[in-house]
């Protein structure tokens, strides 16, 4: 059996379709990624930048995957190898564009040309 453990700040919850029934991941976050930025437009928005490092992920466990931010999953599979991180895709918003739910988790891989 495969645990998964959310590391959002915001509970996680998966609607597929009316079918099935929602799967809910309560938040156990949040873990926090930096960023050193190097040039920021006035209203906020980062135009070059790099990420630094993670600060409370846990180390992989086996049978044990974690859901993180997209960025995150990115960053840590570039740059540390980790396979064993999910984020959330397909989001589904309400009428004032707050995040509800989402349609699967997905797993960040390298292509196999990249080695």
Known sequence: MINIINLLKDDVVV????NVEPAVFKAQGPIQTRMKTEDVTKNGIVKKGYWTHT???PSPTEDTLYIVSSL???FELLQNSRTDLLF???LIRNN???VMACRALVRAETHPDQG
């Open 15 to 18: 609607y597929v379709n009316d």
């Open 55 to 57: 600060r409370g992920l």
């Open 72 to 74: 995150t999953a990115m």
């Open 96 to 98: 004032q564009t707050q």
């Open 88 to 90: 959330p895709w397909g």
